[in-house]
């Protein structure tokens, strides 16, 4: 499982002090942090208005990379921020997001195929997101035929089959899965990736509905995830269910977890 560290995001209250009070020390630590807590990326979203919103995320990227040996992943919805920052990232990075949008599609295509990044691909259209797995997959469909005609091989994209709230949708969990299998039914070569808390959006205890419906999303094929690399409950669920899909061999990763202490194992024998 590939984590993509949420943390650094301009939606985030404290985040957006620090970027409008331009704080490195507080974005450095957020970085670091996230790293040592085994991040393949960070994400990096600086959530501001369109005109600011290419200074803020180049200054985050360049408060970032010194400290950090992981690539980032380059979360805007604003084309030119992402071609500003493309220009001053030390490593390859994965774009977030495409689309179904022809328009999306036309301005990231050339920067993702130059710079040759990986990307996430959201199974929807200008703005929409279909509410069953049969038309996501037919998004997803139709994005993969143009990352291949303009050259991106398919194991560079990271299909995000979206979780919306399980509070206003009841199925939101289930049309997910089934989007996920499909896609790799049809695109085996393809990640999946999913941004995990929006699933418990507006519900209490949060942190039982991300972790269950994490759990079964590995079930489902998710190899990454967009979420909070801190929470060490995650982390345990992350690596039980690695371990119990038969994915940990000779259980070394969990083993040497709790050796290091990463699990809450009081009142329990060995
Ligand atoms: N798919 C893709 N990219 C995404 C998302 C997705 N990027 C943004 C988002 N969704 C994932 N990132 C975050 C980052 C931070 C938080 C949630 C999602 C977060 N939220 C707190 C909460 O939900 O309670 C509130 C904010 C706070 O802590 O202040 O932290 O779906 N491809």
């Not at 991040?39 to 990227?61: C, F, H, K, M, Y």
């Not at 380059?74 to 992402?82: E, F, G, H, M, R």
């Not at 500003?84 to 195929?113: H, M, Q, Y």
């Not at 419906?213 to 590995?218: C, R």
């Amino acid at each position: 499982m590939q984590i993509i560290g949420e943390k650094i995001n301009g939606t985030r209250k404290r985040v957006a002090q620090a970027i409008a009070e331009r704080d490195a020390d507080f974005i450095k630590s957020l970085a670091l942090r996230q790293v040592e807590a085994g991040s393949a990326w960070l994400d990096v979203n600086a959530g501001t208005p369109p005109d600011r919103e290419p200074d803020d995320l180049v200054w985050l990227i360049e408060t970032i990379q010194p400290v950090i040996d992981i690539p980032l992943c380059l979360d805007s919805a604003n084309l030119k921020a992402l071609q500003t920052a493309v220009e001053v990232v030390d490593k390859t990075p994965l774009i977030n997001s495409i689309s179904g949008e022809p328009e999306r599609l036309k301005g990231v295509l050339p920067l993702i195929a130059k710079h040759d990044c990986q990307v996430i691909a959201l199974a929807m259209d200008e703005k929409k997101i279909p509410e069953t797995s049969e038309r996501r997959l037919e998004i997803i469909g139709r994005v993969l035929a143009e990352t291949r005609a303009a050259g991106v091989p398919d194991e560079h994209v990271y299909c995000d089959p979206l979780a919306l709230t399980l509070a206003t949708n009841a199925d939101s969990a289930v049309v997910a899965f089934q989007t996920m299998h499909a896609i790799k039914k049809h695109f085996p070569a393809v990640h999946l990736t999913i941004g995990l808390s929006n699933i418990s959006f507006g519900l209490p205890a949060r942190k039982y509905v991300n972790r269950t419906f994490l759990t079964l999303a590995m079930q489902a094929g998710l190899d990454s995830a967009i979420l909070d690399p801190l929470d060490r409950d995650m982390q345990a669920a992350i690596l039980a269910t690695e371990l119990v899909l038969g994915r940990d061999e000779h259980c070394l990763n969990y083993v040497r977890a709790s050796r290091a202490g990463a699990f809450d194992e009081k009142g329990q024998k060995a």
